[in-house]
């Protein structure tokens, strides 16, 4: 989605400002500008296309100086991608210039009340409505006219905004939407996403929903909008600098996967405890509970896939009834949601959009919420009412690889806890599954050591246009993710399908040579796909089988193989999704794609 950076300070902000758009480059953009303050006026260049056409821009055209500045990556939702839609967008004289993340709902209604008072509009999109409104309710003071303009407008937005008649301050303002403002020593600035700035300093402000800060080269005031001071608590970044940057390896996602068994690793170890899940920061009691009727679990896109996982282990742990749904679809369907209901929010950025408004309808509705979030102090956790935060690290690629992975380990630690307070699990099944838990991240590391086989099988069918993925039960949950990884990254055509439910219809797409991606891990239901696999085979498919090492006796029947070591069936997704993630990987490799940032793609989807 959308990046924004801005800066204000005593060095130039133009590389100031390049350098953090480059950082938020694998957010997902398609066009890119940057507006600095200069002799009573706010220049603004900006580009379609990739940072590089912005900079050989900003070359050419010497007048963006100055020590003030906005900067921003574009993801259009209003108006295509081009020169005039890219941010920032001025006001139509010149007074106010603005980049903007999210959607202001309501901006045809004030497009046309402004365009009726008489302002003439240069591009399609949304967020220039706000610089207009800025311009036409401005009587002097910024921020009156600020708090003015935001009770005229509805819908998401993180704003940066310059105003040219203070050079001294840059103003940043966020409602549901993703927004810090980053401390530095007589330098400050704002941004989306901590990458933009962590080189630059690593003490931030988080801003709250309609919070507006007025910054300064030397301080930073924080008010609300009944125009009172907020104290903010200053946070400290602990990131590990590299974390953000590629390590020798091609690309983010390749080096995110080697960093599985890292990422688990940190997730489970500090909560693993003498041989005991100990969950401290869960405030959900024995009594909470046992007054549950039912667990439903809502997520988008690949948090989703951990989620059906989940569905599949906690009921048959921990014995609860769990339904899971795709947020979009959620929060429109009137769910049938009260306060026996705990509703397990599953997301790596903490800011979807969707996920977002879910959470706050369960919440409405009298659900305790609690969620599964990777990144420390985000929408989503700050919202729900417990949060059990994945220790992935900063994820790059927009395609997740290790966040998926600490999100299902954090997903059997719960299973685990809940099953033994409400005592569904004998002692010695919670030891087996313990001693499992804890050789986890040793087997992730086994998985992906040797990725030659891998290498070579990509390498034989990167070219097919038609890639299906089955499994069941757990194995379908796999599949569905095995399918999208493949297909985000490769572009090749991916369908996921329980592969007893192939019959009723999707057979019929398969014919001679197409490539049917088996997944048999699950010991229960191996000869149910062993069948499956016979019935694809006699219409022509090439199967690539994926199954523990155990299972040889697939070989005669299977074209390709992929194996994993076994362990016990509730935690097999996490060594079978390995193969799966490597396979896109080199296949979308092989095709010569921008792995790290695939077309049209976003990795914190803040938008509706
Ligand atoms: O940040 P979230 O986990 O809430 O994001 C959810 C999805 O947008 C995300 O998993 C998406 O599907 C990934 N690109 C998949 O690799």
Not at 129 to 154: F, H, P, R
Not at 546 to 568: A, G
Request: net charge negative; hydrophobic share 40%; glycine share 6%.
């Amino acid at each position: 989605m959308c990046g924004i950076v801005g800066y204000i300070g005593g060095n130039q902000a133009t590389p100031i400002l390049l350098n953090g758009l480059e950082k938020l480059e694998y957010r997902g953009y398609d066009s890119a500008g940057v507006a600095v303050y200069h002799n009573n006026a706010v220049n603004v260049v900006k580009s379609k296309g990739r940072l590089k056409n912005l900079c050989d821009l900003l070359e050419q055209d010497q007048s963006v100086t100055g020590t003030l500045g906005i900067g921003h990556t574009r993801w259009a939702t209003h108006g295509e991608p081009s020169d005039i839609n890219s941010h920032p967008h001025s006001s139509e004289h010149g007074t106010f210039v603005v980049v903007h993340n999210g959607i202001i709902e309501n901006y045809l209604y004030l497009r046309d009340y402004l365009i009726g008072e008489g302002k003439h509009f240069t591009s399609e999109t949304d967020t220039e409505v706000i610089a207009q409104l800025l311009e036409y309710y401005y009587n002097g003071n910024i921020l009156d006219t600020i708090i003015k303009i935001l009770s005229k407008i509805t819908g998401a937005y993180a704003l940066g905004i310059i105003c040219k008649d203070n050079p001294d301050t840059l103003y940043a303002i966020r409602k549901d939407s993703p927004l810090i403002v980053g401390l530095g020593k007589n330098e400050n600035f704002i941004a989306s996403d901590i990458p933009a700035i962590i080189d630059k300093t690593r003490n931030i402000y988080r801003l709250n929903d309609n919070e507006i800060a007025l910054i300064k080269r030397d301080g930073v005031a924080v008010y609300n909008t009944a125009k009172e001071i907020i104290t903010k608590n200053k946070v400290y970044i602990d990131w590990d600098i590299t974390a953000a940057e590629k390590d020798g390896y091609k690309h983010f996602m390749l080096k995110e996967i080697m960093e599985q068994p890292k990422a688990v690793h940190n997730t489970i170890s500090p909560r693993l405890i003498n041989g005991q899940v100990v969950l401290d920061e869960l405030k959900l009691s024995e009594q909470d509970l046992k007054k549950l009727n039912k667990i439903v679990i809502v997520a988008c896109g690949s948090a989703y896939h951990v989620g059906v996982v989940a569905k599949y282990a906690i009921e048959k742990v921990v014995r609860i009834p769990v339904e899971i749904d795709i947020a979009s679809e959620f929060r429109y369907r009137d769910p049938i949601i009260d306060e026996h209901v705990l509703v397990l929010v599953i997301s790596q950025s903490g800011e979807t959009a969707d996920t977002l408004a879910a959470l706050r309808e369960s919440k409405k509705l009298g659900a305790r919420v609690l969620s599964i979030v990777n990144v420390v102090g985000s929408s989503i956790a700050n919202e729900s009412d417990d949060v059990l935060y994945t220790w992935a690290g900063p994820e790059i690629s927009v395609a997740t690889t290790k966040a998926y992975s600490t999100q299902l380990s954090m997903v059997y630690m719960l299973v685990l806890y809940m099953a033994d307070m409400l005592g569904t699990i004998s002692k010695q099944e919670y030891q087996t599954y313990i001693t499992d838990l804890e050789k986890l991240p040793v087997l992730i590391e086994k998985t992906i050591s040797d990725t030659k086989s891998i290498q070579a099988v990509a390498s034989k069918y990167f070219q097919y246009e038609n890639i299906f993925f089955i499994g069941r039960n757990i194995d379908y949950a796999l599949s569905l993710e095995g399918s999208l990884k493949l297909k985000e990254i490769s572009y090749i055509h991916s369908e996921a399908y329980a592969a007893g439910e192939l019959k009723h219809g999707s057979i019929s797409l398969i014919e001679d040579g197409t490539l049917v991606v088996a997944l048999a891990t699950y010991e229960a239901l191996f000869d149910k796909m062993m069948s499956n696999i016979k019935e694809v085979k006699a219409r022509g498919a090439t199967v690539l089988s994926l199954t523990t090492e155990d299972k040889i006796m697939i070989e005669s029947e299977t074209d390709e193989i992929f194996y994993i070591p076994k362990i016990n069936s509730m935690m097999l997704p996490s060594l079978a999704v390995l193969p799966l993630q490597l396979f896109a990987y080199y296949i979308a490799n092989h095709r010569d794609c921008d792995i790290d940032k695939p077309r049209n793609l976003a990795k914190s989807v803040t938008v509706e």
